[in-house]
């Protein structure tokens, strides 16, 4: 009986050691996959980022909006656009002073515009101002900035550009302003 016994606690070591053994087995099997299933996680995410942003256009261009459209010259190229404006600059130098701000104003009244402008204190009314054959309002400011507006329709609605002071140095901007096109 004792042999027997023997025999049987044997069996239960042994099987116990066996059981523990395939489990230690496993789980390194398991922990040796991991990192394979880790990469092919983490392989997607670096598509994601290896996907670029749509490209902004650069001149030369034409920019179409609902109310306008506005050509871009050789090496200008859009900083931001959406559906009623476009911020551009050309290509070189400081984006935030030589750009030009071309947007729409729906749903606002030119007149309303022209007198908030007039009302600014460090601002100077020019009156009319063209650029090839489109008529603008003119204002421009102390700080060396230009804004003109041009009536779009009945409703009085308009087209406004700012044209920050290195751009308004510069000739590009006539070029710009008389490639303005009302739809």
């Given amino acids: 009986m004792k042999r027997i016994y023997h025999f049987a606690m044997a069996a239960v070591v042994m099987f116990a050691m066996v059981a523990c053994g395939n ?27 290896v996907q670029e942003e749509p490209q902004l256009p650069v001149g030369p261009c034409t920019l179409d909006f609902e109310m306008f459209s506005v050509d871009l010259p ?46 600014l204190q460090q601002t100077k009314d020019l ?9 603008f309002r003119g204002f421009e ?23 920050r002071s290195d751009a308004y140095k510069n000739e590009a901007y006539k070029q710009i302003l008389s490639s303005i096109k009302l739809k």
């Fill in 74 to 119: 050789e090496g200008w190229k859009v900083l931001k656009q959406d559906r009623h404006e476009a911020k551009i600059y050309p290509g070189t130098g400081d984006e935030f002073k030589g750009s030009i701000l071309v947007q729409e104003q729906p749903y606002r009244q030119m007149a309303e515009m022209v007198k908030t402008y007039q009302g």
């Fill in 141 to 163: 400011n102390e700080m060396g900035d230009f804004t003109v507006m041009m009536k779009a329709n009945e409703k009085d609605e308009f087209v406004m550009a700012e044209v």
């Fill in 23 to 49: 489990n230690n087995v496993k789980q390194n099997e398991k922990t040796e996959e991991q990192p394979v299933a880790e990469q092919e996680t983490s392989q997607p995410a670096e598509a994601e980022t």
């Fill in 127 to 135: 009156g009319e101002v063209s650029f090839g054959t489109n008529k």
